[in-house]
């Protein structure tokens, strides 16, 4: 049963606006197919979760009783996007006048017995319950886990879409997995999406500028980058720490109220490459319960040098005191740049990785952005502060890296 059974003539041509999609005419041959997994790369505007929506609401029309999911990271985030978008193409299909939608538990009941919900990923890791039909929205804001989880939990297809604004575990778990039989791969731009008006096309294109920005290159032309006006670009997200890798050193940066205390563990590999593991990013932690979780630290990954924030030597000395071995780091200037600039000049130099599931360091990655002067757009060096608790941690431990050592006879 086709959804346009469900609509009354007057909406039909209002509804054409969703159908006229490339990403939509791609899924149907997709379908046809029979891939199991569909990544969905894309710039803004492309029709990506329009014409996933539709799919989803297609399949639960085509397939009684079947369960559908439409997941993100958060419910905030489905509720602003992928379940607006929903809900509006319901009204316009008549689809709500011949379903039951339950606000309270985010499901549509289809007169066939079909079943379309919406969920955060919290809400689902863990559970035992299967689906049909899984949609992951933004799938760059999961990590690995996660989608590894839920995807084995569905019996027929699964989507994934997302802007790439850098490379995550949808290009090098999926589509670069060459043993993957099951997956296909589509990059979309605003220009596939022939239902979007020209307005729209117009304050996208406004924004080309010279064709070389981060931004254009993401949102404009659909290509993997990373955010615009970031300190640092690059660093590969991996499962886990390689068991080659040597331990170097802790990373440590103060904090109590608001700011969190960040602790950081470095590892280097054979090749040079540096691979990083959140260990600690707490607030309001007493002296004494750091210590404890240090220890606890020292005993899981080894016993290495934790290079402190040297704002807080009162700390460091009671550390000692604990035998964790702990020193200031260095703040102070080298090679002609303040001492925060050459710091981050010295992580700059280094390949980095960093573990997916450490969301607080990955968040802080992608959004450590260099300082812009308000009065005339001017991008300062020195980065915006109050977004770098990780970073700082990282930093100090990679600038220890670089200090003289002396040897004794």
């Not at 969920?119 to 039909?133: N, V």
């Not at 700011?259 to 590999?269: G, I």
């Not at 608790?389 to 100090?396: F, P």
Request: negative net charge.
């Amino acid at each position: 049963m086709s959804y346009t059974e469900y609509a009354s003539k007057p909406t039909l041509a209002y509804c054409d606006r969703y159908c006229e999609t490339t990403v939509s005419e791609q899924f149907e041959r997709w379908d046809e197919d029979n891939w199991r997994i569909w990544v969905v790369q894309g710039s803004m505007s492309a029709g990506k979760t329009v014409a996933a929506v539709i799919q989803m609401v297609e399949w639960a029309i085509e397939y009684p009783s079947t369960i559908g999911t439409i997941v993100a990271d958060s419910l905030p985030r489905l509720r602003k996007d992928a379940m607006r978008i929903f809900l509006d193409y319901c009204r316009d299909t008549n689809l709500l006048k011949a379903s039951t939608w339950n606000a309270t538990e985010l499901t549509l009941t289809l007169s066939n017995g079909s079943i379309v919900e919406f969920c955060s990923i919290e809400t689902l890791i863990g559970q035992g319950a299967k689906r049909d039909f899984l949609y992951v929205n933004e799938g760059n804001l999961l990590t690995w886990e996660q989608f590894s989880d839920i995807e084995p939990r569905t019996r027929k297809r699964v989507i994934v879409d997302f802007n790439p604004t850098n490379e995550f575990w949808a290009h090098t778990k999926l589509v670069q997995d060459k043993s993957r039989k099951d997956v296909v791969f589509g990059k979309f731009t605003y220009k596939d999406n022939e239902g979007l008006d020209t307005e729209s096309i117009a304050a996208i294109e406004a924004r080309r500028g010279d064709g070389k920005s981060n931004w254009w290159r993401v949102y404009g032309l659909g290509e993997i980058g990373s955010l615009e006006g970031n300190v640092y670009e690059g660093w590969t997200a991996i499962d886990e720490i390689p068991e080659d890798a040597k331990l170097l050193r802790y990373g440590v940066d103060f904090g109590f109220s608001n700011d969190p205390t960040a602790v950081v563990t470095v590892f280097e590999a054979e090749n040079g490459d540096i691979y990083l593991k959140q260990e600690l990013c707490q607030t309001k932690l007493l002296t004494p319960d750091l210590i404890m979780k240090l220890q606890e630290i020292i005993e899981r990954d080894g016993d290495a040098l934790f290079v402190c924030d040297n704002a807080r030597p009162e700390i460091i000395a009671e550390l000692r005191a604990n035998g964790i071995r702990a020193i200031a780091c260095d703040k102070t200037a080298g090679e002609k740049m303040n001492g925060k600039r050459y710091n981050i000049e010295l992580v700059m130099r280094r390949k980095i990785h960093y573990r997916s599931c450490d969301k607080e360091l990955e968040r802080e990655y992608l959004t450590y952005r260099w300082r812009v002067k308000k009065s005339t757009g001017e991008t300062l060096d020195e980065p915006e502060d109050g977004n770098d608790h990780c970073m700082d941690a990282i930093a100090y431990a990679i600038r220890d890296l670089h200090r003289p050592r002396f040897a004794f006879r």
